[in-house]
Antibody, heavy 116, light 110 residues
Framework: EVQLVESGGGLVQPGGSLRLSCAAS????????MHWVRQAPGKGLVWVSR????????NYADSVKGRFTISRDNAKNTLYLQMNSLRAEDTAVYYC?????????WGQGTLVTVSS | QSVLTQPPSASGTPGQRVTISCSGS????????VYWYQQLPGTAPKLLIY???QRPSGVPDRFSGSKSGTSASLAISGLRSEDEADYYC???????????FGGGTKLTVL
């Protein structure tokens, strides 16, 4: 069974940093593109970033470019999102998801709250 | 403001057929596949339709997708109470080099 389990969310002050993790199981992690998608409270889905199966290519939304870094460790079947210079508008549930463009499996999400 | 445009709400009675529209541009829907996601209250999104009109295994054939030009639609026939959810369209955007989502449509089953 495919499982994606996010962790690392929490409360952080504006300007602070946080690293999210997504532990994958039930499939060959190293064969798939992976994404981060976020959802602010009561709002819609917003794509954040994606990374190629071997980690050789990445894309970012303009809103996070230069502040967030996506990475992966295929030996540990884990996806990461390093978030720096956090702003109040980054407050959201962050989901990891599998796929190149269409996202066929999603984790349950981890809440990031940026507030003083 | 989302790149893809969806109506904020839709409704229908049990057994009815409802459609949800999704409007984009030549850089996204006009040149790439459309995907639809269902998000039940308090849960993660679930892939409902991929590559414009394909259903993943386990998705009932009551759900169907179509695309024409720079617009797409999701149709749900034989509406059921458990279909009450938020529905999102998505497509790759060539200009933004990433997938873009619609703002979501909240479907209410009356």
């Amino acid at each position: 069974e495919v499982q994606l389990v996010e962790s690392g969310g929490g409360l952080v002050q504006p300007g602070g940093s946080l690293r999210l993790s997504c532990a994958a199981s039930g499939f060959t992690f190293s064969s798939y593109w992976m994404h981060w998608v976020r959802q602010a409270p009561g709002k819609g889905l917003v794509w954040v970033s994606r990374i190629k199966s071997d980690g050789s290519g990445t894309n970012y939304a303009d809103s996070v470019k230069g502040r967030f870094t996506i990475s992966r460790d295929n030996a540990k079947n884990t996806l990461y999102l390093q978030m720096n210079s956090l702003r109040a508008e980054d407050t959201a549930v962050y989901y990891c998801a599998r796929g190149e463009v269409g996202l066929d499996y999603w984790g349950q999400g981890t809440l990031v709250t940026v507030s003083s | 403001q989302s790149v893809l445009t969806q109506p904020p709400s839709a409704s229908g009675t049990p057994g009815q057929r409802v459609t949800i529209s999704c409007s984009g541009s030549s850089s996204n829907i006009g040149s790439n596949y459309v995907y639809w996601y269902q998000q039940l209250p308090g849960t993660a999104p679930k892939l409902l339709i991929y590559r414009n009109n394909q259903r993943p295994s386990g998705v009932p054939d009551r759900f169907s997708g179509s695309k024409s030009g720079t617009s797409a639609s999701l149709a749900i026939s034989g509406l059921r109470s458990e279909d009450e959810a938020d529905y999102y369209c998505a497509a790759w955007d060539d200009n933004l080099s990433g997938p873009v989502f619609g703002g979501g449509t909240k479907l209410t089953v009356l």
